[in-house]
């Protein structure tokens, strides 16, 4: 039973390692950003309302993001574990994340924030804006995320490394070297055998 957080500003490859964690751990990974991602290919209307915010570079609202949240913690692949990637993203979330876990009389086991330095992460928004075309890689949007990051998500590590959750990793480096540190961490934690 592991259920982990994992963050970093846009661009540093947190869905490339949920992917490898995720597998490795057996638990669901859970992207708030995919999930919008899905539903803006679909055409709902919560993927409407989504590309309102996502295009711009600017969070989804709370009163959207949060239920969305609640009810997919709330189905049975979770009873195991979770892995949730880009969520929290403000401390609004992050105490609603602490309530929807308290009702299940459940914990986070460990935060992680994996950093990279700004030139390594437009390098990988530039990268993969050639390879998925997502509309929110443009240079000018990508800003626009990394200032929304720094405002709203850099108070959401300090709140979790007040509460001894927070591991701090280098995501400089190639995908193995950083998802080895990340496996370090959670041995260390005994989250990971
Ligand atoms: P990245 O971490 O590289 O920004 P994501 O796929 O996690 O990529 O997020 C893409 C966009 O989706 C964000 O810029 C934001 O607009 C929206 N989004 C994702 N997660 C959240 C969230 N927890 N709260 C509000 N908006 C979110």
Sequence with gaps: MTRLVLMGP???????QARIIS???????????QIFRTNMAQGTELGVVANQYISQGRFVPDSVTNPMVAARLSSPDVAEGFLLDGYPRNLDQ????????ASQDAKLDVVIDINAPHDVLVEHMVHRAQIEGRTDD???V???????????????S????????????DGVGTIEEVSGRVFAVLQAR???V
């Design 10 to 16: 846009p661009g540093v490859g947190k869905g490339t």
């Design 23 to 33: 597998e490795k751990l057996g638990i669901p990974a859970i992207s708030t950003g």
């Design 94 to 101: 992050a105490h609603a994340l602490r309530d929807m876990l």
């Design 138 to 140: 443009s240079p000018e």
């Design 142 to 156: 990508f800003a626009e995320r990394l200032h929304e990051y720094h405002r709203k998500t850099e108070p959401v």
């Design 158 to 169: 300090t709140y979790y490394a007040d509460q001894d959750l927070l591991e701090v990793v």
């Design 190 to 192: 005994t989250v990971a």
